[in-house]
Nanobody, 126 residues
Framework: QVQWVESGGGLVQAGGSLRLSCAAS????????MGWFRQAPGKERDFVAA????????YYADSVKGRFTISRDNAKTTVYLQMNSLKPEDTAVYYC???????????????????WGQGTQVTVSS
């Protein structure tokens, strides 16, 4: 089993930037896609971004297009979410997740992902 460890959250001012990391702590993994989701208090867990493992094709929620970038390192052990031009409405707990080939369909739904990071808090002040 692969465990995903997240880091990089914190408090920033509106307009600032953060880069989240999601690193595999397990020895092996076999995934079709990695995704980032976020959840604010009292709200549902929403799709943010995803990257397809085979060709590195990326997908973004409309709310973050042009501001966030998802990427993967060459060793295929870490996924990043670069967040620029942050807004107060971006405040949430951010989760990375891995989806196996037998679950991934659209890459945008939490139910497609089986293995989740612990979450990291991102707070954007106004």
């Amino acid at each position: 089993q692969v465990q995903w460890v997240e880091s990089g959250g914190g408090l920033v001012q509106a307009g600032g930037s953060l880069r989240l990391s999601c690193a595999a702590s397990g020895r092996t993994f076999s995934i079709n896609a990695m995704g980032w989701f976020r959840q604010a208090p009292g709200k549902e867990r929403d799709f943010v971004a995803a990257i397809r493992w085979s060709d590195l094709n990326t997908y973004y929620a409309d709310s973050v297009k042009g501001r966030f970038t998802i990427s993967r390192d060459n060793a295929k052990t870490t996924v990043y979410l670069q967040m620029n031009s942050l807004k107060p409405e971006d405040t949430a707990v951010y989760y990375c997740a891995a989806g196996p080939y037998y679950r991934i369909r659209t890459m945008t739904r939490p139910g497609e992902y089986d293995f989740w990071g612990q979450g990291t808090q991102v707070t954007v002040s106004s």
